[in-house]
C-alpha cells in the first residue's frame, strides 16, 4: 500500500462521525497540517489503529483533547494521523473511601474535579494548561506545577495503567491501590513518555483530600526583595503548599517582582501559619486572598503561558536558583517576556515573543543557558519556539539519547508514533 493511501487504511477502521479530515482535522489539532484525527471509543479500537498503522507505515500521534500538542518540539510535525483518547472517558472505579480512581484516558480536568468534589477531595495537579487537557494527557506529559513540592509530582500519584505500545500490545501495569509494587517500575517509564511508547487508556490515580482553607500571601517588591522572599519561603520549616515568584522586565527596583505563597490546611493551621511566615521574613504581605478567590487565582495561573510563541522551561535543584534565574533574566530581556519561578521546585519558566530580527541571538542565549544549566544537574527544555529556533538550540537536551532510543525500540519498533520523549 501507498504511503498517500495508508493513513485514509487507519481511518476507515473507524465510523465517519469519530474522523476529522481536512481543515477540520487541521482546526482541531490547532493548525498542524495533519491527515486526520480519530476518535476511538475503547481500548481494541486503539490496538486494531495502532496495528494497522504498523501494516501500512502509518505515524500516529497519541492525543487526548490536543491542549498540549503545540508544545516541545510537536509543532514542527506534518501529516500523520493523531489519535485522540478523548471519548475514552469512561469512570471505571471511584472508591472514596481508599482514595483511589480508574477512568479512561479521556477524562476531562474539570469532569475529574466535578466527581470529586463532592467528597470534598481532588488530584492537586497544577501543571500549565491543565484545565484544558485530559487524566491521560496529564500523565503522557509528566509535567508538575507548585503543588507537586507538598503533594508529588503526577508521577508520585499515578497507581497504573493501561497502555497500548507501539507494536499493538497491551499492557496492564501497576494497579489501583497504593501499595502495589512488583518488578520495573513501567508506570513511572510512561509517565512523562509524551506517547513515545505507547498510547495511554486507562489510568489508576491516588486521591487527596480537599483542604479545609486556602490562603494566599502576596509580596511584592524590586528582583532582589523577591528573591529574598523566595529564599525565606524555600528555607522555612513551615508547611508551605506551594510558592511562585513572578518577575516582569529587567531592572531591580519598583514593584514588578511578586511572590505569591499559597497556604493549605484547616482554617486554624492556615492562619497560623501565614502569621508565623510573614514573620520569619519579616514583612507583612501586601494582600491575602481566601478560599474562592485563592483558588480562582491559582487556577487562572495555569493558562500564564497560553499562546506565548517562546516558552523555555530551565529546571534544577532550587538552591541553584542563581543560576537558573540569571539566565531566565536574559531569556526574558531577549523576548521582552516574564518569568514565573516555582520557588520550591527550582523550576523557572520564561514567556515572550522573539525580536523579528533576533532569532539568531536568541539561539545563542538558549544554547548557553542550557550548557550553564546542565553544568549544574539541571535541564532546559523549550517548550514553544519558532522552528527556526528550535532548530538551532534543540528542543531539550542531548543527554540519554542511546537509552532512549534502546526503550524506544522496545516498546515502539516500528517506530509509528511520531511523539518523542523529550
Avoid at 501529516?79 to 472505579?93: E, M, N, Q
Avoid at 519558532?386 to 538550540?393: L, S
Avoid at 534502546?406 to 511523539?419: E, T
Wanted: proline share 5%; aromatic share 4%; with cysteine.
Amino acid at each position: 500500500m501507498s504511503t498517500a493511501t495508508a493513513p485514509a487504511a487507519v481511518a476507515q477502521l473507524l465510523p465517519g462521525n469519530r474522523v476529522l479530515t481536512g481543515a477540520a482535522a487541521s482546526e482541531w489539532s490547532g493548525g498542524r497540517a495533519v491527515e486526520a484525527v480519530l476518535f476511538p471509543t475503547d481500548t481494541d479500537e486503539v490496538r486494531a489503529l495502532v496495528r494497522e498503522a504498523n501494516e501500512t507505515g502509518t505515524d500516529l500521534l497519541p492525543a487526548g483533547n490536543g491542549s498540549w500538542l503545540d508544545a516541545g518540539g510537536w509543532t514542527g510535525v506534518r501529516g500523520g494521523v493523531v489519535v485522540s483518547t478523548a471519548r475514552l472517558d469512561t469512570l471505571f472505579h471511584y472508591e472514596p473511601a481508599d482514595l483511589t480512581l480508574t477512568a479512561g484516558a479521556g477524562l476531562g480536568w474539570r469532569k475529574l474535579a466535578a466527581v470529586l468534589e463532592p467528597n470534598g477531595q481532588w488530584l492537586p495537579w497544577d501543571a500549565p494548561g491543565a484545565a484544558a487537557g485530559t487524566l491521560g494527557g496529564a500523565v503522557a506529559c509528566g509535567g508538575s506545577g507548585p503543588l507537586s513540592a507538598r503533594y508529588g509530582a503526577i508521577r508520585d500519584n499515578v497507581l497504573g495503567l493501561e497502555v497500548v505500545t507501539g507494536d499493538g500490545r497491551l499492557l496492564r501495569i501497576g494497579g489501583r491501590v497504593v501499595k502495589n509494587v512488583a518488578g520495573y517500575d513501567l508506570v513511572r517509564l510512561f509517565t512523562g513518555s509524551r506517547g513515545s511508547l505507547g498510547v495511554i487508556t486507562r489510568v489508576s490515580v491516588r486521591l487527596f483530600p480537599r483542604p479545609e482553607a486556602d490562603m494566599t500571601m502576596v509580596f511584592e517588591g524590586g528582583v532582589e526583595r523577591g528573591l529574598e522572599v523566595a529564599r525565606a519561603v524555600r528555607t522555612t520549616s513551615l508547611p508551605v503548599a506551594a510558592a511562585e515568584m513572578d518577575i516582569r522586565g529587567g531592572g531591580a527596583s519598583g514593584r514588578e517582582t511578586r511572590v505569591v505563597v499559597r497556604v493549605l490546611g484547616s482554617r486554624e493551621e492556615a492562619e497560623e501559619v501565614c502569621s508565623r511566615l510573614a514573620a520569619e521574613i519579616g514583612a507583612a504581605p501586601a494582600g491575602t486572598m481566601r478560599g474562592g478567590e485563592s483558588d480562582v487565582f491559582h487556577r487562572r495561573r495555569s493558562v500564564w503561558e497560553e499562546r506565548s510563541p517562546v516558552v523555555v522551561r530551565l529546571a534544577a535543584l532550587p538552591d541553584q536558583v542563581a543560576v537558573t534565574m540569571r539566565w531566565a533574566r536574559e531569556v526574558a530581556r531577549r523576548t521582552r517576556g516574564e518569568i514565573a519561578a516555582d520557588v520550591l521546585g527550582g523550576v523557572v519558566r520564561v514567556k515572550g515573543s522573539p525580536a523579528d530580527d533576533g532569532t539568531a541571538e536568541l539561539a545563542a542565549v538558549l544554547m548557553r543557558a542550557r550548557r550553564d544549566v546542565e553544568a549544574v544537574g539541571g535541564t532546559m527544555t523549550l517548550s514553544r519556539a519558532p522552528q527556526a529556533v528550535a532548530a538551532t538550540a534543540g528542543w531539550a537536551g542531548g543527554g540519554g539519547g542511546a537509552l532512549v532510543q534502546r526503550i524506544k525500540s522496545l516498546f515502539d519498533p516500528g517506530s509509528v508514533l511520531l511523539s518523542r520523549c523529550p
